[in-house]
Every structure is written in C-alpha cells, then in structure tokens.
C-alpha cells in the first residue's frame, strides 16, 4: 500500500524513523541536495496513507560507453514497514527509470554482512560482481559486494560476468 | 609556430604556479591553517604580485580568525581586477565563508568587464547572482551569455530567472505584474518552440511549469499529450497528467485513468485516493445535471467511469478478487474500501448497505494483516470511522479473536505479531484510557511478561542491527508505566520504565525507538548524563540536529550540566551556519542541472531551515552560557553579545520538530500527526515567546557593554539603547504574565517537554536584572539618593532570589519529576545571579577613575564606589548562600521507593537508574556551585 512519490527537501525533515536504523546512513545535507538537483527523477520515497514515510530510494545513472549504468545510492525501509515487498517495489522503480535512460546495468555496493540486504538483491536478479575490499571505513573496515544487474540494452549480458579477484576502492569509479 | 610556442609558454607557466600553489591548498584542505599561511608567504616572497596566492592568503587568514587582515588583501585584489580562474574562485570561497556574497558578484562583473567573451566567467556571474537570489540580475546575466553562447540552458536560466520575478520577486505582491511576467517567460518560451529548438526534458518541465503558472491546464494537457510530451520520459506521466486533469475538475477522465492505473497496480495508494474522490465528484455532477444516466459504457470495467459509491465498491470488490501480486496479499484494495466508507460516512451518508457493521470491516483486515506491523498503522487513520461504544467492542474483538487469555502466551511469532497489534489498536481505541492504578499495573506485568517469552523464544539468533519482533511489548509497557506516572504524579513507575527500557536495550542494541523513549524519559527525570548517553548511541546529526533537537540539546540547559551543553551547541551551531553558506551552492546545482522544478522547494528549504526556531534558541543560550561561564572582563568584552547577528525573524520562524519519529498509539494520534496538535502548537507559540524574553537579556547585555566600552561622545546612545531595551523586556514581562499561558500536557509522550517559558517566568529574571541595570544606569547619573535606593532594590531582590531558590528545591517534594522541575528552576537562579554579577562588574568599570575629574564628580565617584562594593558584597554573600542551599539540596538523598516494583517485574538490574540519575543531578550541582565560585571570586 503505497505512495511512490518524487523525494522532496522536507521529507529530510520526517525520515528519522527510517534513518535511525543502524544499517541506513544519514548524509551531510549537500549530498542529498547534489542528487535532489542531478538526479531528481531518481530519488522516490514510499509514503504510507497515514503520510509516514516508509522507505525511500536515492540512485543516480553515470558512465561512458558501455558502463553507463543506474546506480544505487540509499535504499532502506522502515523497520515497520519490512517484508511487504516495499524495497522490490523501489528497486523495480529504479530499475525501469534506467531503463528509460537506456543504461547497460545497475549495480550497488553492500556491506557483506548486510544477509537480508545481499539475500534480496539475489532475489531481485543481481549477482556478486566483484567484492570491494575495505570499502566502508569503521572499526574495523568492511568490505563490500558490488552486485549487478544487467538491463535490456546488455543483450550479451556482458555487464554482469563476474571478476574473480576482489579489487581495492581506488580502483572503483 | 609562434602561437604553439606562446601557448607552450603560458601551459608552463601555470603549470609552476600550480605546483607552487598545490601544498596551499592541501593544507587548507587538511585544515592546517597556520602551514598554509607559512606556505602563502613562502610563494609570495618568491612571486610577491602572484594574485592567486594572495587570495589564498586572504582565505587562510580568515579561516584563522583573522578577519580585518584578510579583508585588507582582498580589497587590495580586488582594486587589481584579477580575471584569472583560480584566483577568483580562491577569493569567492573566501566571500562566501564571510557570507559577503554580494562582492563575488562584483568581482565577476568586474572580470567580465575586462574579458567579456569567457563563457565561464559570464556562468560565474550569473551563479553569483542565484547565490543572493537577484532574480532581475540573474536574467540579464543569462541573456548576455545566450547571447555570448546561443545554447538552450543559458536561455532556460534567463526564462527561469523571469518566472522568479513572478513569484518570489516583484510579481509576488503585484498579480499584474506577475501575469506581465510570465506572459513574457511564455512568449520567450515560444520563440523556442517556433524555431523547434526544445530537446531536454528539463525543458519541457520549464514550459509546462510556466503554463501552469499561467492557470493554462488546456495547453497544459495538450502539451502532455504532443510530441513534447514524450521528451518526459523519466517524468511520472500518468500523475503529472491527472494533476492537470483534477484542476480542470475532468473528473471522468481522472476515474479512468486511476482505474487503469489500478488494474496494473492495485496497491497504489495516491491512485486509490484519487480514484475515490473523483467518484464522489462525479456523483455531484451527476445530481446537479439531474440523473441522466451514465450510458457510455463498455464490456470492460476499466472503460467505463464509476460515479457512484456502489460502482466503486463494484471495482474494489473486483480488484480484491483479482488478488495478489506476485506473492503478496494486496493491502491497496481493503484499504480502498476503508477510505470509501470514509468519504461516504464523512458526507453522511448510510454505509450500511455497502458495508455492513464498520467493526467486521476491520475484523477483517485485522485476520488478513494482523500480523504484519503495518496493520496498526492502516488502519489507525480510519478507527474513527467507529463512535467510542464501537471502539470498545472493536477492541475487545480484537483480543478475542487473538485468543491470548491471561494466563497463556503465543503460539508463535505470527500470533505474537498479532497480539502486538491488537493491543496497540486496543490503546488507539482508548481502551488504556481510564483505567484504575491497579488494572494499569497488571496490563503493565502482563507486557512485560510477554516481552521476556517473546524474546526467550522468538528472538534468540537475531543480528545486532535488527529490531526484536517482541520488541513493542517493552515499548508498550513503558508507555503504560509513563501513564502510570502521571496519575501517581510520582516518578516511581518512569523510573520502572526506564530499567525496563535499559533491559530492551540490552537485548536489541538497535533499537532506536527505545533509545528515544528512553531519553525522553531520562529528560522527565532531569537525569542529562544519562539522556546524553542514550542520545550519543543514536548517532544523531546533520540535519536530524535541526529536526531531533527538540529531544535532547533542547533540554540540556535545564539540566545543569554547562560543560556538556557546549559541545552539543557548537556543533550545532555550525551544522546550521556551515549549511546555510552551502545552501546557496545547492541553488546553482539546480541551475547547472536544469532541475528547474526543484528551485521554489530549495529556496523555501533554505529559509526553513534558517529560521528554524530551534535554531536560534540554541543561539541565543550558547551566548547565555557563555555570560554564565564568563570567568573575566576581558572574556566578557570578547563575547559578541546580540544574538545572531541582530537577525532573528521573529514572523519567520518555523518549527521544524520531527515528533513522529516517537511511536505512539494515543487515541489523540487517530484523527491527525502530533505536528497539528493543538498542543504542539501552544507550545510553538511559548517557546518563541521565552526565547524573545530571553534575548532580552542578551540586548540589555550589549548594551551595557557597549556604554561601558564606549567614550563619553558615543555613550548616550547606548545607554539610550539599554534603557530601550530594558523598558521593551519589562513590557514584554508584563505582557506575558498577563497573557497567563498554561503549561502543554504531560500525558502524551510524543509531546515535547513543557517549555521552558514557565521556569523562566517563575524565576525572577526581569525583577533582578532590572534592579542591577537601574543602578547600573545611575551611575551615569549624579543623584547619589536615587543609586542608594538602587542599591537597597538589589538587596531585596537578591534576598527574594535566594529565597525562592530554596523553596524551589529543598523544600519542595524529592520525587525524581518534582526534582527535575527543581532543578531547572535552580539553573535559572544560577543564571541570574552569575549574569548580574558581570553587571556589578560593568558597574566597577564605570567608576574607575579614568583621569583625574573635578572635585564634585570625583566625590561622587567615590560614593559610587562604595555601593558597587556594596553590591559586590551582598551578592558575593547570596552566592555563598546558593552553594549552601545547593549542598543542603543534593545531600537529601532520595529513597527508594521502586524496589519492589522491579522486582515484581524480573527487573532487579544490575544498573541501577536511580544511582545513575542521582549521578547526574551531582554533577550538575557541582557544576552550579563551580561557576558561582568563579563569580564570587571576579567580584573579589
Ligand atoms: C534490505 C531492506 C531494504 C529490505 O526491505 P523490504 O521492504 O523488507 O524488502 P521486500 O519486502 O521488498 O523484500 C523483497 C525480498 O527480499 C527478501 N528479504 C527481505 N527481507 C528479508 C529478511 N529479513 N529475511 C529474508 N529475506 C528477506 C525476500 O526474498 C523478500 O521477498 P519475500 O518477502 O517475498 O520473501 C530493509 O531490510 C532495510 O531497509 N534494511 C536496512 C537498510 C539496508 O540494509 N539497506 C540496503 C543497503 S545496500
């Protein structure tokens, strides 16, 4: 049951009860201006009919040649909002919106130890692509999965073969 | 050949610049601000006319505090038109961390003056007129660069900067001039079309937001429907084209398409939404053109437009058979039958036909998604589809049919889930409303209870970052212990809460929501180390310290705990001021991006943030605090005093509290958020109206200061501006006593504190400053009798002082809230007292002899003198008092009155809150009794 609906700058002012989660980060103001500006069409929030905000997800498309690809920045749900096919729903959104934009994959990073995160984007139809070591900073630093999903424009799926050695941030885009 | 070489030439020349200048900016990056001066004077020793260097120097020193010396070498750069990049972006860095960021535009001009054919610097001129919001600049400047670069986007920003003028500029007060505009954006616009230039999408966005302006939704429509139309493609289509058709009230076309949209995907909730009004806009129609039939109809039920309430129940029914999608039950058709019997009941009309009784409605929903969370907050919107008898029987339905008597627990975790649920729709329906002490306490020991099963058996293997699925059962029985509280008006069962509380915690470390409550209930107690540490392990900042700030940094003042207030201010002074100086980059993003459609939503953001009243409360008590912990004469003529540069504005200020983020399920919470409660506004209303009484101390400061730091020439005035000042607060003072404003309620727990304006009133701030400002004016007076009499209204003030100070604390009741209150009341004192003596200071400062004065004056001068001793005397003895009184005060010990009560619960922890607290209320009292050391020690 959903709203899906363009981010506005005032929903920062209400999405506390899906930013607290641990596992969802809360950025500097700038960085959600910089894709508010750049990218407006891909940052959507699902508003519940009493007007809550459920969960939101922020996503950009860059690249040259055949790695221009729709990426995910933030996707996350509310706690109380979980297991009713909200997060599908969103990424279903961002999906069709790079298709629009006729990119060849769109990939995301995740902690590795995010299960029920990595566990939904393999159902949703990403494969690990690569592992990103140390990628998230903290104590101590995690590594990431860069996981990928190919779109109607990669006919030869060549987008989402698997690397077979994990590589370091810097060598990331 | 030559050119080549020429150009060669200059390649290396800005390639040894650069490097020359890469270690400045690498230090200021890192913020090594004293290495990057070295290194400024190191390259201009070398290349003393290198502008870009100096700039560098200009923007070191002022990140180093030092302000006037940068200002030197910029006005000095400025006089030497720099035109080159990096220089100017050097010095519009610096500008705008000054927030002067008129001179980035003159700067530019002057650049493009000298070279008027760089593209670049005409696009830094115009972002240097977004950045002040010069809309009238702005446009000419876009024009001058089409004109340089016929490109689309440079045309779009002068259309843009046109539509400005319209709505925010001149057009917003001037409804001709407004149409005069946008006709003129229209036109231009047209030029586009006509020479078939439009290509982007953001273009397309600009044209149709010009139209709408114009109230053209035909064209609108039209323009949707042409061939520009699919240049939308990332646009949302289907709604932006029913936004249009709604404003031409095109309601059977509004019907088709939302069916259409629903049978793809039914659980679209906006779509439903509007599906449904527009039902009940056709039915209107239908009666006022007096029932003609709807005869356009084909075999297909998308086809034909339903305008009745039947027909739409017709649908729903029809979507609810078609069911689920891929793999989940649909909640979007049952929903769309609660909102259908709403709008229906809400024009009164019987919906008994349709529906039957409302409770089996949601019986039903209840048996479908009971045990999902999200239950309670469906159907919370429509419980008052129900009287309150029907709440009742709903509520005891739903146990019922949950089947968890007292005596047994869940069978499993979807039945847990659904107990969870009915018991939170139970205490929507008011069923916790009312009850006995008695009955409370067994509700209490029953949910607890299921708290510890639940997570025994279904909570074991959960991730740290995950929420307990019995989690809710912990969070319930504090909110019932919270009711308890306040019908013992004790603190005993806060206290119960918060153990309970601590033990969640301890089991799911993620839990935010128990974090929350828990610092809303150490804050009840007054317990600020421990409401610190709660608030820490959220993690909260950028913007959450606007929107959380209410929660916590809020109240810390009122805790007593000075040292610790500074730090959660600081930052968030600078979260806001860092931000407002970005704010002004996020508008020429939207420029750069085309984002057109974002402006308006960015500039109100700005300003919503900047007057956000939290804001300037935290502005105004850090300086507060700071005269509270002004330690010498020198400190206190370095403390810039008016609060926020002079630039509250008081009509703007805004709100800006998140209290959703609180869960709740109060029967209040049914009808609207927390944000429109009466409540929530009463409080909006008080706390601006403290903060205005409290910047009053803050202008009568200033003033003060300024008197004493002024020469003979220049004082008048300012003690023209203080006696202002001081007749505007005792106004005001009057004025809000009179106005007799009631304390919010404390039953409701996602309702803030109650403002701080009562404690401010009871404590006499007005009476004790105003007695020390008029002897402070009469020392510039030379009627000896009148400062006598000053000095003998000081002494009784200061004698109330102390006596209201020991009736607020130790002799008021020691349970934990009443201690809070207490407590509060106390810091107030502190205040007061710490803050005039710096007034008897000032007052020290005036009858120094400066230089050798007629014998008259010098006479009196000596009289003076001795009252200020006097003054000195009597407050050094009543601060003396405060730190018996305080001691006296924290040695009471409170008892414990909770043991019993922890234990019954299985509660008996090993962290014991009432020790923690009482922590606290230690080092708060320490911290009072430190700085009223200090001021006796500065009157010395
Ligand atoms: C990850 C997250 C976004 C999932 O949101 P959601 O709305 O609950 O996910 P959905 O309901 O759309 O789930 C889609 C599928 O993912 C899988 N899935 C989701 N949550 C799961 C869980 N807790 N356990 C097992 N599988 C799960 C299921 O296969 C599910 O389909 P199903 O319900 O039909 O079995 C949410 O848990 C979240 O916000 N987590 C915190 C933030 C985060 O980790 N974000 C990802 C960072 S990259």
Known sequence: MTTLRPFTCDDMYKFNNV??????????????????????????????????????????????????????????????????????????????????????????????????????????????????????????????????????????????????????????? | MSKAQSNNMHVLDTAVVERRLRPIYDWLDSGNNKKALQECDKVLKKAPNLHCAKALKALTLHRMGK????????????????????????????????????????????????????????THLFMSYVRISDFKLQQQSAMALYKLKPKNPYY??????????????????????????????????????????????????????????????????????????????????????????????????????CKSILAESADRWDIWKEYIHSVFELMYQQTQTSGQENSDGGDNIVETADDTPEKAHEFICRMVESGADNGYVLRGPFLARFQLCSRMSSRGMDTNDLFGDEIELFMEYFRKFGHKPCCVSDLR?????????????????????????????????????????????????????????????????????????????????????????????????????????????????????????????SNSPSNFHGKLLAVRLYHCLGGGTKALEMYSSLDVKHLQLDSLGYIHCARMMTTGLFTLCTNLFDATLKFFSSNYKDSSDHLTFSYKFGSFTKLDEFMDFRERMNNSLHYATVGVDRIVLKLVECMSLDTLYSITISPKEDKIEWNCLRDNHDLGVFLSWDPESIENAPEDWQESKALFEQDVRFLRLRTSILWTMAAAVDIVKSLDGDRQRHVEALRNALDQWKALHQKTLSDNFPPIQQNLLPLPMPSRLHG????????????????????????????????????????????????????????????????????????????????????????????????????????????????????????????????????????????????????????NILEKIHYSYKIANREMQLILKTKIKLLT
């Not at chain 2, 002082?801 to 130790?810: C, G, K, M, N, P």
């Open chain 2, 156 to 257: 779009c920003w002068a259309v843009m900067s046109i539509i400005l003028q319209a709505t925010r500029g001149e057009g917003c007060r001037d409804p001709l001039k407004r149409k005069l505009l946008l006709s003129l954006a229209e036109r231009m616009f047209d030029k586009l079309l006509t020479e078939n230039k439009i290509d982007a999408e953001q273009e397309v966005q600009l044209y149709v937001m010009i139209l709408d302006l114009l109230g053209k939704q035909e064209e609108v429509v039209a323009v949707l429907d042409g061939p520009l139309g699919a240049k939308l493609q990332c646009t949302n289509f289907g709604l932006v084209k029913m936004t249009y058709l709604k404003k031409m009230q095109r309601w059977k076309d509004v019907n088709l398409i």
């Open chain 2, 381 to 505: 919107i429509f419980l008052n589809l129900l009287l309150t008898p029907k709440k009742t029987e709903l509520s005891s339905r739903l146990m019922k049919d949950v089947g968890i008597s007292a005596t047994s627990v869940p069978q499993s975790e979807a039945q847990m889930q659904r107990h969870i649920c009915a018991v939170q729709l139970s205490r929507l329906c008011g069923s916790h409303r009312d009850l006995s002490p008695e009955h409370l306490k067994a509700l209490i020991t029953a949910l607890t209870l299921h708290y510890q099963h639940g997570y025994q058996t279904y909570g074991r293997g959960l991730l740290s970052t995950d929420l307990a699925p019995c989690d809710p059962y912990a969070l319930l029985a504090a909110h019932l212990l919270y009711d308890l509280a306040q019908i013992e008006q004790k603190s005993d069962a806060v206290v119960v809460a918060l153990a309970l509380l601590e033990r969640l915690l």
């Open chain 1, 19 to 173: 930013n607290l989660d641990p596992l969802t980060e809360t950025y500097g103001l700038s960085f959600y201006m910089q894709y508010l500006a750049h990218w407006p069409e891909y940052f959507q929030v699902a508003e519940s009919p009493s007007g809550e905000i459920m969960g939101y997800i922020m996503g950009k498309a860059e690249g040259i040649g055949d790695n221009w690809h729709g990426h995910v920045t933030a996707l996350t749900v509310s706690p109380y909002f979980r297991r009713l096919g909200l997060a599908a729903s969103l990424m279903n959104f961002l999906e069709e919106v790079s298709e629009k934009k006729r990119t060849y994959f769109v990939d995301l990073f995740v902690r590795v130890s995010n299960k029920v995160a990595i566990n939904m984007y393999k159902n949703l139809g990403y494969i690990v692509y690569r592992t990103v070591l140390e990628y998230y900073s903290g104590d101590p630093d995690e590594d990431a999965y860069d996981m990928r999903k190919a779109c109607s424009r990669d006919t030869d799926k060549k987008s989402v073969v698997p690397l077979t050695h994990p590589v370091r941030p810097e060598e990331v885009d």
């Open chain 2, 67 to 122: 302000g006037s010396e940068s200002r030197v070498i910029l006005e000095a750069l400025t006089n030497e038109k720099p035109t080159d990049d990096a220089t100017l972006q050097a010095m519009t860095l610096c500008y705008r961390e000054m927030q002067e960021l008129e001179k980035i535009c003159r700067l530019y001009e002057t650049a493009v003056r000298i070279d008027p054919t760089n593209e670049e610097l005409h």
């Open chain 2, 760 to 911: 401010s009133l009871a404590a006499p701030y007005c009476p004790v400053f105003s007695s020390f400002l008029d002897f402070f004016l009469s020392m510039m007076g030379n009627d000896s009798h009148h400062t006598m009499e000053c000095v003998k209204c000081i002494e009784e003030e200061l004698d109330k002082l102390t006596d209201f100070l020991r009736d607020a604390t130790i002799k008021k009741s020691n349970d934990l809230m009443a201690r809070r209150k207490s407590l509060e009341l106390a810091v107030n004192c502190v205040e007061i007292i710490s803050i005039t003596s710096l007034i008897c200071v000032l007052c020290g400062e005036l009858v120094k002899p400066v230089q050798v004065k007629k014998g008259k004056k010098k006479s009196c001068d000596t009289k003076n003198k001795e009252y200020v001793f006097s003054v000195a005397d009597k407050l050094k003895k009543e601060m003396n008092n405060f730190c018996d009184i305080l001691q006296d005060w924290i040695d009471a010990n409170p008892e414990d009155h909770v043991f019993n009560m922890l234990e019954s619960l299985n509660l008996n922890s090993t962290e």
